[in-house]
């Protein structure tokens, strides 16, 4: 079955530099959730889009943004990127009230 | 903020035993619970949900029982195998709020002992 796609599976940047990824849902999918992972944590929701529209938001930065586009792909863009920034960036989707199905992760490095 | 918590880091059981993994949260207002399981370098894997109107859901080889009065929830994990070894994470939300963010609890690592 069709899984979640996320692109780049690694990227390395530095510091005050920006970042995109990419999140491409199970197809038929209508919602997408942003999370971050740091090291030995558990994941911590970041922000959702339901039909193209922001749903609901939790702790993510000023410095960064997420929108899904009319094909219901996904993307979260970082800017002035910190040492803290460096974690596992998931992402999520669903359809309805199914239960959200993950992506294997972008790792982002911030030299 | 109110959080899901668990109560052990670390759980190791033989291969063949019956693995319980236990949950607490504090949020009253949750009422859809998931585990999920995480392999090293991969994303968290679905294990089985339930909903606050029910207190036990059945699937292949777990059970998750959801006791609302004490706020806790547990995975049952029936004849453990060496591929159960990974993290096990609760995650709670609640399902009237729209496209509502899940709130994990700090995960239990299993491992299987041969």
């Known amino acids: 079955a069709a899984g979640v796609i996320q692109s780049p599976r690694h990227l390395i940047k530095e510091k005050r530099e920006t970042a995109t990824l990419k999140c491409y849902p199970i197809?038929?999918?209508?919602?997408v959730y942003w999370y971050q992972q740091g090291p030995g944590q558990d994941p911590q929701f970041l922000i959702s889009?339901?039909?193209?529209?922001?749903?609901d938001k939790g702790s993510i930065p000023d410095r960064f943004s997420a929108q899904q586009f009319s094909d219901y792909h996904s993307e979260l863009n970082m800017s002035s990127l910190e040492l803290g920034d460096s974690a596992l960036y998931f992402c999520?989707?669903?359809?309805?009230?199914?239960?959200?199905?993950f992506g294997d992760g972008t790792r982002l490095s911030i030299l | 903020g109110e959080s899901v918590g668990l109560h052990l880091p670390t759980l190791s059981v033989q291969e063949g035993d019956n693995s319980i993994i236990n949950c607490a949260y504090s949020?009253?207002?949750?009422?859809?619970f998931i585990w999920y399981k995480q392999e090293s370098g991969k994303g968290p894997q679905f294990i089985i949900d339930i909903r606050s109107n029910m207190d036990k859901r059945q699937g292949q080889r777990v059970t998750v029982l959801l006791n609302k009065t004490v706020k806790h929830l547990s995975l049952q994990i029936a004849a453990t195998q060496p591929g159960d070894s990974a993290v096990y994470f609760c995650?709670?939300?609640?399902?009237?709020?729209?496209?509502?963010?899940?709130?994990f609890g700090k995960g239990t690592h299993l491992i299987i002992q041969p």
């Open positions: 995650a709670e939300t609640y399902s009237g709020g729209g496209a509502d963010g899940l709130t």
């Open positions: 197809p038929r999918h209508d919602t």
């Open positions: 999520a989707s669903s359809l309805g009230w199914q239960p959200q199905h």
């Open positions: 889009f339901y039909e193209k529209m922001q749903s």
């Open positions: 949020n009253s207002a949750s009422d859809y």
